[in-house]
T-cell receptor
Framework: DVKVTQSSRYLVKRTGEKVFLECVQDMDHENMFWYRQDPGLGLRLIYFSYDVKMKEKGDIPEGYSVSREKKERFSLILESASTNQTSMYLC????????????FGQGTRLTVV | DAKTTQPTSMDCAEGRAANLPCNHSTISGNEDVYWYRQIHSQGPQYIIHGLKNNETNEMASLIITEDRKSSTLILPHATLRDTAVYYCIVRVASNAGNMLTFGGGTRLMVKP
């Protein structure tokens, strides 16, 4: 089975901290995604990577950056966490080409205080 | 980019068929329709996808209208475990590949 693993299930950080959310997949997938999910807003795409060192902005990239140094790992970085970044963060991966299903991690619930 | 419109919520009796509609009137000829669902406290899970033909798998059936402007996901015998938010997605093409963009989804409540 494909496994997408997010490093933390729950995380509490202080305003202004630099936060790293890690995602690892074990199926050699080319495409990886970061979403955030908020009540009433559904899933919103933050960033997308289609290969190592390649990235593309999603719908809400402001306040975030990403890193894809290795194929299996896609990191989401909050340079200076703010309370409006309190959310559920979901990572997904998929074989390249797009005509395939995406597999999601369990999510990281980040609270910024 | 084609957007989707789904009802916010629906109820279904356990054991009955759940029919979840989705409108995607601006869909392009090369865009597929995907369905995912998200059970509480879990990440989204792929259900089914199709281009223009009806599709069926072990989880559900997907009926796409001839003009492709709408589709219906059918869970033939809904169980309590099917209670989830169901997302209808039209695959978006970009220069870099095909991103997944999720709308608000339909919250399906299966009741005993």
């Amino acid at each position: 089975d494909v496994k997408v693993t997010q490093s933390s299930r729950y995380l509490v950080k202080r305003t202004g901290e630099k936060v790293f959310l890690e995602c690892v997949q074990d199926m050699d997938h080319e495409n990886m995604f970061w979403y955030r999910q908020d009540p009433g807003l559904g899933l919103r795409l933050i960033y997308f990577s289609y290969d190592v060192k390649m990235k593309e902005k999603g719908d809400i990239p402001e306040g975030y950056s990403v890193s894809r140094e290795k194929k299996e790992r896609f990191s989401l970085i909050l340079e200076s966490a703010s309370t409006n970044q309190t959310s559920m963060y979901l990572c997904a991966s998929r074989i390249g080409g797009g005509d395939t299903e995406a597999f999601f991690g369990q999510g990281t619930r980040l609270t910024v205080v | 980019d084609a957007k989707t419109t789904q009802p916010t919520s629906m109820d279904c009796a356990e054991g009955r068929a759940a029919n979840l509609p989705c409108n995607h009137s601006t869909i392009s000829g090369n865009e597929d329709v995907y369905w995912y669902r998200q059970i509480h406290s879990q990440g989204p899970q792929y259900i089914i996808h199709g281009l223009k033909n009806n599709e069926t798998n072990e989880m559900a059936s997907l009926i796409i209208t001839e003009d492709r402007k709408s589709s219906t996901l059918i869970l033939p015998h809904a169980t309590l475990r099917d209670t989830a938010v169901y997302y209808c997605i039209v695959r978006v093409a970009s220069n870099a590949g095909n991103m997944l963009t999720f709308g608000g989804g339909t919250r399906l409540m299966v009741k005993p």
